[in-house]
C-alpha cells in the first residue's frame, strides 16, 4: 500500500486518519487517547452485535469506520 493514503475513520463521533490498512486495538487507543483498559468496538451495520476489539487484536481497515470505546465496568449494561 502507498504510504501516502490515508484511512478515514471514526474513533467517539472523531475523525481520524490512518497511514495503514492493517492496525492494532491499541494503535486505535493510542491514536483517540482512549486508556488502554477500556473496552474498543467497531460498529457493524445490520443485525448482530458490535465488534469487540482486543488490544492486540489486528483490524483491516476501511473508509468510514466507526469505532467507539467502553469503560470495562460498563460492558453489557
Do not use: W
Not at 481497515?61 to 470505546?69: I, K, Q, S
Request: charged content about 20%; hydrophobic content about 30%; aromatic content about 6%.
Amino acid at each position: 500500500m502507498d504510504t501516502k493514503t490515508k484511512i478515514s475513520i471514526l474513533i467517539n463521533h472523531q475523525h481520524y486518519e490512518v497511514n495503514s490498512e492493517q492496525v492494532t486495538g491499541t494503535q486505535i487507543k493510542a491514536l483517540a487517547g482512549i486508556p488502554e483498559a477500556n473496552l474498543l468496538f467497531r460498529e457493524v451495520h445490520g443485525p448482530g452485535d458490535d465488534e469487540q476489539i482486543q488490544n492486540e487484536t489486528v483490524v483491516h481497515v476501511r473508509n468510514g469506520d466507526h469505532f467507539y470505546d467502553m469503560p470495562p465496568g460498563n460492558f453489557g449494561c
